[in-house]
Each structure stands twice: as C-alpha cells, then as structure tokens.
DNA sequence: GATCCTAGTCGTCTCCCTGACGATAAACAC
DNA sequence: GTGTTTATCGTCAGGGAGACGACTAGGATC
C-alpha cells in the first residue's frame, strides 16, 4: 500500500477525560450533561476535539482546566505542585462509537484532589461529580431516586478502564496523593486508598507500611485534628513516584 | 464549542506496531526499512493507515499478519492457541511528529515466540528483527559494524514505551509464556525472563516460584532435551494471566 | 565405558514483609 | 471524669524470596 498523500481516510480526533476524586467516601467522576444529538440529556464524560495544533497531552490538559479550572501536573515536574495528575489512558476508535462520523478519542486519566461543585465547562454543559458506582451501574435508580441511564457513546467502558487503571496504579506508585490536598494525614491518604479500591484496611499496618516506604511520605512538621480524635502528623508526597515494595490490595 | 460537523479539523490515524520476540538471548523488535520520505533508508516500526470501517484493534491485527503471517489471539480467547498477543500500547499525536501531515499513531505490543525471517511487508519493504537495544541505540555502530541511524519519527520513543510495558507486564501477568512455542520447558521461560529484563535469575528459585504459582503452568506429560543436559518437563501456558504474587524483578 | 559438561530439579536456611491484633495516646463531646 | 474517635507503637506468627548446597539425567569427549 503505497504512500498516497491524497488518499487518506479522514478522522476526528478528541480527548475525553476520566477525571477522578475522592468526596468523603466515594470515588467519584466529573460527568457532564450533553446538550444536543446524539445522546441529548445523557451523561458523559467530558472531552472535545483535539485542534490542528496542539498535542494530544495539550488537549486534554486544556479540556481539564476549561471543566474544572485544574492546571494539569506536568509528568516531569516535582513532587505535588497543586496541579492534578493527568496521563493518557487508551484509544477508542470503534467506527460505530459516534454515529456521526468517524471519532478517534484519545482518552486521559486525571486524578484530582475533593474540589468544590465543578464549574461550568466551556460550552456550559451541566458538570457534576458523580459516584463511578452510580455512572456505571447499568439502569436502576440513583441513591437519590433519579433514574440512571447509562453515559453516552462507550463512555461507560472508558470510565470503567479509568477506573481500572487508578485502581492497580495506587498499588505500586505514589499516585494515590494526588487525591490528597498538598498536606494530608496518613489516615486520609487510607481513606483514598479505602474509597478507590472499595476495601477497609487495617489501620495500623497502613501506617506502618506507608510510613516506611522510603520516599513516599515526608512529614512536614505540623499537626490536624480535622479528622477528629488525636492530631495527627500532616506528610507531604515524597519524591518516590514508584512504591517498592508495592502497596497490597486484598484478596477478593 | 458548539458541535459543527463541518468543522473539526481531518487527521490521519495510523497504527504502528512493537513486535516482539526472544531470539537466542536477546529481545528483539521487527524493523521495516523505509523505501520512500521521509526518513527514506531509515528504520521504522511497521504500521500503516486505519482503514474507514475497521477498528483500531483490527487495523493492528491486519498489520500484524502482512507482516509476519501472524494472527493475533483474541484477548478473550483461552491460553495458547499460537497466535501473538496484541495489546493497545499508547497514541502519539504530536502535530509535527510526521512532516507531511498531522498523524496520529496509536501503537500496538504484540508479544510473538521466536519466528523464522519475517517475511516481505504488503509494501515488499524489507524487514527484520533487530535486538531492541541496537534499534534504540543513538548513532554509534551495530554489532556487526554497520552504523545506526535512528528509527524513524518517533519510533525510538514508540519502541521504548513498548518495551517498558512489555517488562512490565511479566512481572504481574503470564505473559512471557506469548514469547514461548505451545509448549516449552521452565528453563526456556527462564530465558524470556532474563532476556526481557536483561538480567541473570537463579534457575532453582525461577523453578521454584513458576511450578509453585498456581495456574500459571500445565504440565503436559512430555519431556525434551532440546537445550541440552538434563531433560526437562514440558508445560504449556495456564488458564491464569494474572500471576499472585507476581514475579520479582531484581532490583537495579 | 569412564569422565566431564550441561541443564534441570529438590531442599534448606535466613531474612523480611505482611496480616492480625493488643495497647497506649491525644484530642473532643457530654 | 467518662466515653468516643482517631492516631500511633508494639508484638507475634506465617509465608515468600534470595542465597546456595546437593543430586539427577542426558549428551559429548576421550
């Protein structure tokens, strides 16, 4: 098959994001209202076409900070920065996905700290941060009574790889800060790992645990009480972005 | 942004490909030698476009078998049925990633055992197996004294990515058994092991931990002697891909 | 055929990590 | 003060992994 410069198929190319946060005890995602055809009223995740210019990892760093006002972590940058953590998650180019023409998204995983309501996005679409349960369950109801129709387009499959994604990455790096605000306590970094992996862990062994994985927390001094019960000391995301030994899910 | 189908900018999407094998004790990568520009001469992953009506996952499947009569094993088919494993790897948009055109390439890992001489591409390139650390190599000289260029466009990046991932995955899954024949013997995945990692393990705790993880080998009854010494048992690759506790990789 | 060489397989010992769980500490609400 | 909550330290037993000795069973060599 030779090279034909004229003789291309031409596709559209977006960035949708699976941006995730932790909101007291739930893993949550940003989903957006759609306004019009297909899938008018529905929930989706957000996203937008990739310009003629920009790179894929612009894109979607764009399309973070007009749904959420995030600036994007730059992967090279140190340690937190109050930036959320962004990287790209898989493709999805099934010629059916968009019954209008042929989308190619290039999906993002972004991992945010618990941020207030969403504000509205560029085409003021509705945004909201929803329970992944909630977005995934096919059907049924709501904890709220609402009935619940599935996302648009193959959103759901990519949420659910998001999901799957931060799920196993929280094991063996540092990801999981990234949840936390800037200074956080050790039982809040295991109230991201209990909301993310839908687990209870034992206390006293996280803390032991985290607490000695050389780089992964660095203590900042200071102490907080906003938990509740004995202050406890307030850490800083070390330098470490790979855990070793890894962080343990437990047995089903 | 209001939706205008008239209006979002044309791209090209291509898939490219990281393949690759274990041939004596190296991890080898197939190369196609570029007949036109750019980079005509050079190196490259083979790859080609995304046709209007296939998905992406059969555009890298199509690839594969013009390249080396490979079929790829459906990710939901069971254990080994001798074809390669192909697996989405990453998308690289850069917008002047190639220089004809805005491309956008979503790379593919496929994993093969040790195959003959590739055979001619549909576009009769030339193509071969070259270990992975001579394709990534900056300048300098091969080891048979030919001097190396670079791979074409960002496939250093692309084959390097691939590569990770692929040393990676065999920590934690069962892949390693894609890189052996139906039927292999533990010291021949030993030897996927250290070529993919590029380290020496001990042969008793590597036999130790592979016989002792449940269902990552079958044993089939027959025995060989084809690496010399002392025969040993066969096995073919269990229904397990995701090995608990995974394989350790020595530290650096 | 004895010897060597090669690769495979089984065991043992020690160290360290982990899970289970007891105990204490330091705040707040009554 | 008493109870409640969360944090933090300690102890102990079990298991996995690295280091490494020992034995096995073929082919190659003399």
Known sequence: MPYDPSAFPPFAVTVDLVV?????????ALAVRRGEQPFQGRWA??????????????????ELAEETGLRAHDPAAPAQDNGAHLEQLATYGDPKRDPRMRVVSVAHLALAPDLPAPRAGGDANIARWAPVEELLQQGGYARDGEPVAPLAFDH????????????SKIEYSSLA?????????VGELR??????????LDPRNFHRKVTGTPGFLVPTGGTTTRQGGRPAQLFRAGGATL????????EV
Chains 1, 2 share one sequence.
């Open 243 to 250: 855990l070793n030994p890894p962080m343990l899910r437990p």
């Open 156 to 167: 759901a499959q990519i949420l659910s790889d998001g999901v799957e994604r931060a799920r």
């Open 45 to 62: 995740l957000p996203g937008g076409f990739v310009r003629p210019d920009e790179d894929l990892a612009q894109a979607a760093a764009r």
């Open 191 to 200: 109230r991201v790992y209990e909301a993310v992996w839908g687990v209870a």
């Open 20 to 28: 995730l946060t932790v909101r007291r005890h739930d893993l949550c």
């Open 177 to 185: 800060t990234a949840f936390c605000p800037p200074e956080f306590t």
